[in-house]
């Protein structure tokens, strides 16, 4: 597209809007939504047009008219003083929607500008605005506003800006904490190094995020307010000269047992218009939860695959071929222990299909053997080790194929069966150390627990096991580790002692997925002789899932290359690294730099001589 | 003779970052205690270290989004280590940034089209050139014009970080902090990913510091390598040199660390990394007697 045709940026406005119209189309699709939507336009509308839809005046009081009931042009009757009721209940939606309107907008106008001011700034302003409105929250809301009126008279905009200020700390919160959040985004700081001023950086990147959640919020506190104020003007505490709803409801109460359907209309104003604003905040905020899930989903599957755009970034084209290249087994008598034939692994999705993320995927895992499933993220390899091990996320389900282990097939196993399975016979070593140690538990409780449950051994034996494993692993002080809490320990001795957990029922199988990913390059070469050391010692087989070419060829005998689901290449780890057959395997291979030659010296005749380069 | 000079364009000297940790009395955490380093016009400057080495603080202090307690930075012999915020801005046309995370780094509720503008439209570019200029730079990054008015969802990590390199661009910096930009990236995307910052250096003459945890990535693409170790620069030199003959025993370590992808080479590596860490600590307890 040349410039030319396209002459002018589009408006950022507008794009924000479209980016945001699937999101009200939901809100008026969802019924509850709608619903809440059309009574508060109604209400809206109502107070809006008040002198269109009755030709009375709410305060005119006439003798003749007092109680009567309705009549042509008077739909509701008269209250106690002769006036409109109709009248007096439309104008009252004014001044409630009004005074309403007047304690949400105090109150996020305050909490929303020091939140946004707090959050994005921190230091002294925070302090400063955490104690004021942990002050403001602990004053009793009732009694402030009593005291309002004792010093400023019974107005009704005076006592809805007080409590507009003590409904303030709830949007401070609201924002600080989201806002605290976005800062930390690296988009932030993008746009602090792209020389954005402040005031736009809060206005156009973290506005943007935290809008929601301050509708959300501005709904939830109009109808408070409502109520509040009607129960002030009910208590005969406000202003009594203009028609509110909450005036109404006094008035009304007087004549109680005369003429009950007085009660009945503001009540049923009030109520509903609170029950609408406070369904209209739920549905938006179920709506606005509800899009987050999917939307992330979509965007993980991007990765997985070649996106939409047909664009050089796209991974190596899927191989037309489907045939996975094997090459020739080195002989080997070891019994099989592990047997995966025609897997096929599919996630429910919200619209009923399937997507399917492992294809038909078979491999072969002998005892004592090394195993390495490699691929790139989204090739399904994860998904392949989890479900071996029956831990599919939710939604996710082995569609047909088998997993033969020691005889059994574990697709057809039920839940109890593989609980008892795993730790024992099949262990697993995660990616992340530390969001699998639960830092709520010392590790030695978490390395015992395990063993006495699942080899039902006393707790002073496991103990004395768990020491023992420990020291195995590799870790110097065991007594200080056992006694720690995840936290203390840092993420390399994390992993060493996940793999003590691994080991410690003496399992047939150890799926590792990824198990150095998360390491430094020193602290994964430890951790990788620690593998390799405990499996010879052990005997145990070892399915390893990573994306490292690097450890396949330290750790493993035998290598599958997965991509897009299907495993294009199996066979002995020389073999595929000698000659890897697919193009696949071969395009991976052409990307790993390792081998390659160093950029040299930067090309400038004049700094030849300047090198002498400070080392320290 | 071209306009360039062997004058460095930044120097990094002594550079001390402290970060204040909570409690009283607690003494701050000193994140870098004295790097030092320069950079030239053109040039590839890698960085390698583990994490919690300090090398993302570093490029976080050229960036200034990080405190600078001592030391100093200079770039085009200006003084920016203490800048006021409004300082910094008038640098944005000067230094850029290229982060990790593709997935963070690009806010996702603007479009491509808004986010590539934003640095143009600080610097009161109309709208119809800025328009002009984002479909250029996302031909640069080898995106298709259309992308301008999508989603960063709708793309994948390895175009998100091209998305990301099209907005360090747009203003034509003399130099783009790197800070770890393909550690995110699968392998065949990060090759890809790679060789674009090459061509762009190469056409542009655009200065990197290129911040990484991998060797290997550094080796490529980088003139010379510095190698940070628990907040200090422990080695600094010639690229090839540094990463296949390194001076420094932490370098070495690191070196012989990675696995290699080929079993045999591997095999050998693990015997090199044995006997190396036998050999330093045998002159560690030499020097301690």
């Known amino acids: 597209m040349s410039a030319s045709t396209n002459p002018t940026t589009p408006d950022v406005g507008a794009s924000i809007r479209a980016a945001h119209t699937p999101l009200v189309r939901r809100m008026l699709r969802n019924g509850t939504g709608l619903t809440a939507i059309v009574i508060l336009a109604i209400v809206i509308l109502a107070a809006i047009l008040a002198p269109l839809l009755t030709g009375s005046d709410p305060n005119r009081a006439s003798v003749q008219d007092l109680l009567e009931p309705a009549r042509a042009g008077h739909p509701l009757g008269f209250d106690a003083a002769g006036r409109d009721v109709f009248a007096r209940l439309v104008y009252g939606a ?18 929303v500008v020091s939140g946004l001011i707090a959050g994005y700034y921190q230091k002294w302003f925070e302090n400063v605005s955490s104690w004021v409105v942990s ?27 007080v409590f ?55 709904a939830t506190v109009a109808g408070i307010s409502i109520a509040i104020q009607a129960g002030l003007d009910f208590l005969g505490l406000g202003d009594q000269s203009i028609p509110t709803w909450g005036n109404m409801l006094n008035d009304a109460f007087a004549k109680m047992y005369q003429t009950p359907t007085l009660l009945l209309w503001p009540s049923l104003a009030i109520a509903i218009t609170s029950v609408a604003l406070v369904l209209f905040a739920n549905t938006l905020r179920d709506e606005l ?34 045939e996975t290249v094997l090459h020739d087994e080195e002989a080997d008598d070891r019994p099989v222990l592990l047997e995966v034939s025609d897997l096929r692994v599919g996630y429910d999705q919200p619209d009923g299909s399937i997507t399917q993320v492992v294809d038909g995927v078979s491999l072969r895992v002998r005892r004592g053997e090394v195993h390495g499933l490699i691929g790139e993220s989204g090739s399904g390899k994860t998904q392949t080790a989890w479900s071996i091990l029956h831990l599919l996320p939710v939604g996710g389900r082995v569609l047909g194929g088998s997993i033969v282990f020691d005889g059994r097939d574990l697709a057809r196993e ?36 395990p063993m006495v449950v699942t080899l039902g051994i006393p ?61 430094d390059v020193t602290v994964q070469a430890e951790i990788l002789e620690l593998l390799r050391e405990l499996q010879k010692d052990l005997h145990v087989s070892v399915l390893i899932v990573t994306h490292n070419f690097g450890v396949v060829a330290d750790l493993c005998d035998q290598v599958s290359v997965m991509q897009a689901g299907r495993i294009v290449e199996s066979g002995p780890v020389r073999a595929i690294f000698r000659d890897p057959r697919h193009p696949y395997t071969r395009s991976l291979f052409e990307a790993i730099l390792e081998d390659g030659a160093a950029r040299g010296p930067l090309e400038l005749a004049s700094d030849r001589h300047t090198a002498p380069e400070g080392t320290r | 003779m071209t306009g360039t000079t062997a004058e460095p364009l930044l120097v990094v000297d002594d550079l001390v970052v402290e970060y204040p940790t909570k409690g009283l009395r607690r003494p701050p955490f000193r994140a870098l205690k004295g790097a030092s380093l320069d950079i030239r016009p053109g040039e590839c400057v890698g960085l390698v270290g583990e994490s919690g080495s300090g090398k993302t603080t570093l490029g976080r202090a050229v960036l200034g989004l990080a405190p600078v307690t001592g030391g100093s930075i200079t770039f085009r012999g200006r003084e920016i280590g203490n800048l006021s915020r409004s300082q910094r801005r008038s640098l944005s046309d000067d230094i850029q940034v290229v982060f990790q995370d593709p997935y963070s780094s690009l806010n996702p509720s603007l479009t491509i089209e808004q986010t590539l503008s934003e640095p143009l439209r600080v610097k009161h570019v109309s709208a119809a050139d800025a328009s002009r200029r ?5 031909d640069r990054v080898g995106l298709p014009s259309d992308a301008a008015g999508r989603l960063p969802r709708e793309f994948s990590g390895g175009q998100r970080q091209r998305i990301a390199i099209a907005r360090a661009l747009a203003l034509e910096p003399a130099l783009i902090v790197c800070d770890e930009p393909v550690s995110a990236l699968d392998l065949s995307t990060q090759a890809r990913v790679l060789d674009l910052f090459l061509e762009i250096q190469e056409a542009t003459g655009v200065s990197y510091l290129f911040v990484s945890h991998d060797l290997a990535v550094v080796r490529h693409l980088s003139h010379r390598v510095a190698v940070m170790y628990h907040g200090e620069i422990v080695e600094f030199g010639d690229g090839d040199q540094v990463t296949s003959a390194p001076e420094n025993p932490y370098t070495q370590r690191l070196l012989l660390a990675a696995p290699v992808a080929d079993p045999d080479r591997q095999e050998q590596r693990r015997a090199d990394r044995r006997r190396l860490l036998d050999q330093q600590r045998e002159a560690e307890a030499q020097a301690s007697v």
Not at chain 1, 188 to 200: K, N, T
Not at chain 1, 291 to 296: K, Q, V
Not at chain 1, 423 to 431: D, E, L, M, S
Not at chain 1, 476 to 494: C, I, L
């Open chain 1, 94 to 111: 004014r001044y409630t929607l009004l005074g309403a309107l007047l304690a949400t907008a105090v109150a996020a106008l305050l909490g």
């Open chain 1, 135 to 161: 002050v403001v929250m602990a004053l009793p809301a009732i009694v402030v506003l009593l005291a309002a009126r004792a010093v400023l008279g019974p107005s009704l905009w005076l006592a809805m800006i």
């Open chain 1, 164 to 218: 507009g200020i003590l409904l303030s700390p709830a949007f401070y919160r609201l924002v600080f904490t989201a806002v605290v959040n976005v800062r930390n985004e690296l988009f932030v700081d993008a746009a602090r190094v792209s020389g954005v001023r402040d005031l736009s950086i809060i206005g156009r990147h973290i506005l943007s995020v935290v809008r929601a959640p301050i509708i959300i919020q501005a």
């Open chain 1, 289 to 322: 939860e509800r899009s987050g899930r999917p939307r992330r989903r979509r965007a993980r599957r991007a990765d997985l695959r070649t996106t939409a755009l047909p664009v050089a970034t796209s991974a190596v084209p899927v191989e037309s071929a489907a």
């Open chain 1, 414 to 449: 039920s839940g109890t069966a593989m609980r008892r399975l795993r730790g024992k016979r099949i262990a697993y070593i995660p990616q992340e150390p530390m969001s699998n140690l639960d830092p709520s538990f010392t590790i030695g409780s978490q390395l015992v627990e």
């Open chain 1, 459 to 519: 707790r002073a034996e496991a103990k004395k096991r768990a020491l023992a494993l420990l020291a195995r692993v590799g870790i110097p002080q065991p007594e200080r580790a056992f006694a720690a809490y995840p936290h203390e320990v840092s993420g390399g001795m994390a992993q060493r002692v996940l793999i003590a957990g691994a080991v410690s029922c003496d399992p047939d199988l150890v799926i590792a997925d990824e198990p150095t990913t998360a390491l």
């Open chain 2, 134 to 138: 984002v479909r250029e730079l996302l």
